[in-house]
């Protein structure tokens, strides 16, 4: 938070500190609600995917040069492994069309189905962009809260879990507004579905 601060709308760090083995982090408010919750999502599904589309733009122009933070997918299914193997993933939580399955076959199936992670489509990513993690006051995003995914990686990552959210809780006119102020160009469809499924496992 303390990199992104300046070059993104997040919290202040007001705090932190270590004690006894726990960390405490205190943050200052930002003001709003989470855009899960604001009525602009049900009211104007249109302008809501664009505003969520435009933040995203913004959070993916960061340069990523200095980017001490690596989210890729090396990174990211070594994390699903561990946790799979500590019994850590809630399946659950799982999306109804994968609660026949076991976290072990969706870690396999990730793992065999990898897709190629481009250059051109390694950028800044927030890591679990959705709705629910956008602040909003007036229409307008006041800061982008839970950071813990963060670090260079793939577009798409945060891509397909905005459209995911926007499909299930806005409906297909925000979903095709959001791919439209991003950029249908910059979009691989194909690897959308790749990043849902290894979302089940965090």
Same mark, same amino acid.
């Given at each position: 938070?303390?990199?992104?601060?300046?070059?993104?709308?997040?919290?202040?760090?007001?705090?932190?500190?270590?004690?006894?083995?726990?960390? !405490? &982090?205190?943050?200052?408010?930002?003001?709003?609600?989470?855009?899960?919750?604001?009525?602009?999502?049900?009211?104007?599904?249109?302008?809501?995917?664009?505003?969520?589309?435009?933040?995203?733009?913004?959070?993916?122009?960061?340069?990523?040069?200095?980017? &001490? !933070?690596?989210?890729?997918?090396?990174?990211?299914?070594?994390?699903?492994?561990?946790?799979?193997?500590?019994?850590?993933?809630?399946?659950?939580?799982?999306?109804? %069309?994968?609660?026949?399955?076991?976290?072990? %076959?969706?870690?396999?199936?990730?793992?065999?189905?990898?897709?190629?992670?481009?250059?051109?489509?390694?950028?800044?990513?927030?890591?679990?962009?959705?709705?629910?993690?956008?602040?909003?006051?007036?229409?307008?995003?006041?800061?982008?809260?839970?950071?813990?995914?963060?670090?260079?990686?793939?577009?798409?990552?945060?891509?397909?879990?905005?459209?995911?959210?926007?499909?299930?809780?806005?409906?297909?006119?925000?979903?095709?507004? !959001?791919?439209?102020?991003?950029?249908?160009?910059?979009?691989?469809?194909?690897?959308?579905?790749?990043?849902?499924?290894?979302? %089940?496992?965090?």
């Amino acid at each position: 938070m303390q990199w992104i601060s300046g070059r993104l709308p997040v919290p202040h760090i007001l705090h932190y500190e270590k004690q006894g083995g726990e960390e !405490f &982090l205190l943050l200052s408010e930002i003001k709003g609600k989470d855009a899960k919750n604001a009525s602009l999502m049900k009211e104007h599904p249109v302008k809501f995917g664009q505003i969520m589309a435009e933040t995203l733009l913004s959070v993916h122009q960061l340069n990523i040069l200095d980017c &001490l !933070f690596d989210a890729s997918l090396d990174k990211k299914l070594a994390k699903a492994k561990m946790r799979v193997e500590m019994g850590l993933v809630d399946s659950d939580d799982f999306d109804p %069309e994968r609660r026949h399955q076991t976290a072990i %076959e969706l870690l396999r199936e990730a793992e065999c189905n990898r897709p190629d992670e481009s250059l051109d489509d390694r950028v800044f990513t927030h890591g679990d962009y959705t709705p629910a993690n956008n602040m909003l006051h007036e229409n307008k995003v006041t800061g982008i809260i839970d950071w813990g995914r963060a670090g260079a990686a793939d577009r798409h990552q945060d891509i397909a879990l905005m459209l995911r959210s926007l499909r299930r809780h806005a409906g297909l006119a925000a979903a095709n507004s !959001f791919i439209d102020t991003y950029g249908r160009h910059k979009i691989d469809f194909s690897k959308l579905d790749y990043y849902i499924l290894l979302d %089940e496992l965090f």
